[in-house]
């Protein structure tokens, strides 16, 4: 299913009802989209404890993800990917988050098309280097 080295907690097939488009009328309805998320987390600890409060919450991330992409209202999906992955880096402890956006409903001959996308957490070396071109 991944190809990783690393755990993963992941979501496939959340369904969501958004805003999504750049036509007058797609900004004037909600459309089904299909989402993907695959979180690259150590999981470790929960593995060993088995408690919850251990563990990433594969049913917050979801209620969020539905919530930012109801919020975001993007006209592209590409938008929509890019800032959805980086709300989860964010928020979740994770190091690396694959996403993939969908809309099935967008061309008929096609049972989907979208968007899938990679974002990796930034190191606190990438920082110090940001920071220091910043400074220059």
């Known amino acids: 299913m991944f190809h990783t080295s690393s755990d993963v907690v992941f979501v496939e097939g959340l369904k969501v009802e958004a805003v999504i488009g750049v036509y007058d009328w797609e900004r004037a309805i909600t459309q089904p989209l299909l989402i993907d998320i695959a ?7 929960a593995a060993v404890s088995d408690d919850v409060n251990d563990a990433l919450s594969y049913k917050e991330v979801c209620d969020d993800v539905s919530d930012w992409c109801q919020t975001i209202q993007a006209k592209l999906l590409e938008h929509l990917a890019g800032q959805v992955a980086d ?6 402890p994770c190091q ?3 996403l993939s956006v969908a809309k099935p409903t967008a061309v008929q001959q096609a049972d989907a098309v979208g968007v899938q996308i990679t974002r990796h957490a930034k190191s606190s070396s990438d920082m110090v280097e940001k920071n220091k071109a910043n400074d220059a």
């Not at 979180?39 to 600890?45: G, H, K, P, Q």
């Not at 709300?87 to 979740?92: D, N, T």
């Open 39 to 45: 979180l690259e987390t150590d999981i470790s600890r």
């Open 87 to 92: 709300k989860l880096l964010a928020k979740y």
């Open 96 to 98: 690396k988050v694959t």
